[in-house]
T-cell receptor, first 119, second 116 residues
Framework: SAVISQKPSRDICQRGTSLTIQCQVD?????MFWYRQQPGQSLTLIAT?????????ESGFVIDKFPISRPNLTFSTLTVSNMSPEDSSIYLC????????????????FGPGTRLTVL | AQSVTQLDSHVSVSEGTPVLLRCNYS??????LFWYVQHPNKGLQLLLK??????LVKGINGFEAEFKKSETSFHLTKPSAHMSDAAEYFC??????????????FGRGTSLIVHP
């Protein structure tokens, strides 16, 4: 099965700074997804990133706060800008199974997550 | 529109006893349903998926789930809990949104606690 990796695995940042999280997939995929999981909460979709087009953001998330890049079919970045303690969360990227050539269509496969703490 | 409700935020069992994690869903279409597990400080791992081929779905680690359309439920069970099952479990519903892509909706999660 495909491997999805994220960097960094965790970080502690000062408020007002920005952090860029990287997601790498070892096969080419069309759609990549970014999620936020706040402490003790479920996952919330931030945006969908398609290669060659602007990311599509969900309600409550804006590009200025969470800019996303998708330079090729195996890589994406999510930046958390001008951070505040409320941004402390786990950030996860995922890809859809059909993109990985797997039999499980419409199934999301997740990276290990990036645990962010903002002081 | 789709939604999913996990009826229990915490479930506590003794090792060797059965596990039941409850999930109800709503969907405008014929949905796909999933259970994911998240161990502490780990990413999400797919346990099992329902796609309409069979109402009883077997997953990894001895877990299974039964799809009951009349009850709009997709409860997760395991006959005998193991200490390593202690984790957060998420029920997920996904149907094809406009534009053809599947965007999943996650339940709030159920924390499974296993006592020795």
């Amino acid at each position: 099965s495909a491997v999805i990796s994220q960097k960094p695995s965790r970080d502690i940042c000062q408020r007002g700074t920005s952090l860029t999280i990287q997601c790498q997939v070892d096969s080419q995929v069309t759609m990549m997804f970014w999620y936020r999981q706040q402490p003790g909460q479920s996952l919330t979709l931030i945006a969908t990133a398609n290669q060659g087009s602007e990311a599509t953001y969900e309600s409550g998330f804006v590009i200025d706060k969470f800019p996303i890049s998708r330079p090729n079919l195996t890589f994406s970045t999510l930046t958390v800008s001008n951070m505040s303690p409320e941004d402390s969360s786990i950030y996860l990227c995922s890809v859809e199974g059909t993109s990985l050539g797997m039999d499980l269509t419409d199934t999301q496969y997740f990276g290990p997550g990036t645990r962010l703490t903002v002081l | 529109a789709q939604s999913v409700t996990q009826l229990d935020s915490h479930v506590s069992v003794s090792e060797g006893t059965p596990v039941l994690l409850r999930c109800n869903y709503s969907s405008s279409y014929s949905p796909s349903l999933f259970w994911y597990v998240q161990h502490p400080n780990k990413g999400l791992q797919l346990l099992l998926k329902y796609t309409s081929a069979a109402t009883l779905v077997k997953g990894i680690n001895g877990f299974e789930a039964e799809f009951k359309k009349s009850e709009t439920s997709f409860h997760l069970t395991k006959p005998s809990a193991h200490m390593s099952d202690a984790a957060e479990y998420f029920c997920v519903v996904s149907d094809r949104a406009s534009g053809g892509s599947y965007i999943p909706t996650f339940g709030r999660g159920t924390s499974l606690i296993v006592h020795p």
